[in-house]
């Protein structure tokens, strides 16, 4: 029986900020990853926590795994793609005093800290190699308090959760609105979103905390789905899980009114309590504007607007809404330098 070490360098204290619910995350995500994963748990004596086993069939020719940077991910924006995560899973349980351990019908791995004579207590992983292959599938076992990991699992997104599932950018499912998943665990809970979304991973980046996904991501995402499910209201319009969308049903754009607010074409809806609302999402409006239902009624708005400015004021009013580049904003002015120029000539005389 051969025996080894994997010496990462890493300090007892590296990640201070994660907790047992980040190594939770860690582990989850590489069996969730994987597919299918079977779980058992057991008490340990009369306390609170549990030795709990997580197994799948994966059977690894070498521990090639546990380099850092080798995240077994096929895909860039895969959950896990970089490669620590499994490893400092390891090293939080073990700062916890938590056991836990790794079993394959060739090795077997587990936590310890080491002591290095120029940097101090070292995080590494210990392993022995069995000399003959043992009738185990991959398990990986870890000490963890009932409650929290309770907590953790009933989190994580399961096939009763789902109610809408797109297969290309993600699912709709069963959890608080404004709740975000990615490839079945937790991420945020965002901000005016409508409902909560369990986004592909490749279509969600995140960094390493996976707690930051950015905000066009997100909106962008979460809108292709909610327009393939097509079960949205004219409410949702104001909210950034409708920010991409590109059809808007006739039955929404029915309860939809062009409108003048100063000079602005705007767009109201009246709520169930009555009260008129502004469509806030700027993209929603943009399509609006440009959509063929709407074009009689604001072509009759803006012919209002034009009668009750002069034209040197529709042209100020044209810059500041659609101009934007430095070099047409100075050819923009020089067209509002001849038409004051022909203004005051004629009112002389």
């Known amino acids: 029986m051969q025996h080894g070490t994997i010496h990462y360098g890493f300090g007892k204290d590296y990640l201070p900020q994660w907790s047992i619910k980040e190594a939770l995350r860690e582990i989850y995500q590489n069996f969730l990853d994987y597919g299918d994963y079977e779980v058992n748990d057991s008490p340990i004596g009369d306390s609170e926590k549990l030795i709990i086993s997580v197994q799948n069939g994966w059977d690894p020719e070498s521990l090639d795994f546990l380099r850092i940077g080798n995240s077994q991910k096929n895909k860039a924006n895969a959950?896990?793609?970089?490669?620590?995560?499994?490893?400092m899973a390891f090293l939080i349980l073990l700062r916890e005093g938590l056991k836990s351990s790794i079993l394959t019908p060739r090795y077997e791995v587990w936590p310890d800290f080491y002591i290095d004579q120029e940097i101090g207590e070292c995080f590494c992983l210990k392993y022995t190699i069995h000399d003959e292959p043992m009738p185990t599938p991959y398990t990986l076992t870890f000490e963890c308090d009932r409650a929290v990991h309770n907590e953790f699992l009933h989190s994580i997104i399961k096939p009763e959760d789902v109610i809408f599932d797109d297969k290309y950018w993600g699912q709709i499912v069963e959890k608080p609105a404004g709740n975000i998943y990615s490839g079945g665990l937790f991420v945020t809970a965002a901000k005016n979103i409508s409902k909560a979304y369990n986004i592909n991973p490749q279509y969600l980046p995140l960094d390493r905390d996976r707690s930051v996904p950015r905000s066009f991501d997100l909106n962008y995402a979460s809108s292709k789905i909610n327009e393939a499910q097509g079960k949205y209201t004219v409410d949702d319009l104001s909210m950034s899980d409708t920010s991409f969308i590109t059809q808007i049903p006739d039955s929404i754009k029915e309860t939809v009114e062009p409108v003048l607010v100063g000079n602005s074409i705007e767009f109201k809806h009246t709520d169930a309590l009555g009260q008129d609302k502004i469509i806030s999402n700027p993209s929603v409006k943009e399509q609006l504007i440009g959509d063929s239902f709407f074009a009689s009624a604001i072509k009759r708005l803006k012919h209002f607007?034009?009668?009750?400015?002069?034209?040197?004021?529709?042209?100020?009013?044209?810059?500041?809404?659609?101009?934007?580049?430095?070099?047409?904003?100075?050819?923009?002015?020089?067209?509002?330098e001849r038409v004051d120029e022909k203004s005051n000539v004629r009112r002389a005389a």
């Open 79 to 87: 959950v896990g793609k970089h490669g620590e995560g499994m490893k």
């Open 305 to 336: 607007v034009a009668k009750q400015l002069g034209l040197y004021d529709m042209l100020v009013e044209f810059r500041d809404k659609h101009v934007h580049d430095s070099e047409a904003l100075i050819d923009f002015e020089l067209i509002l």
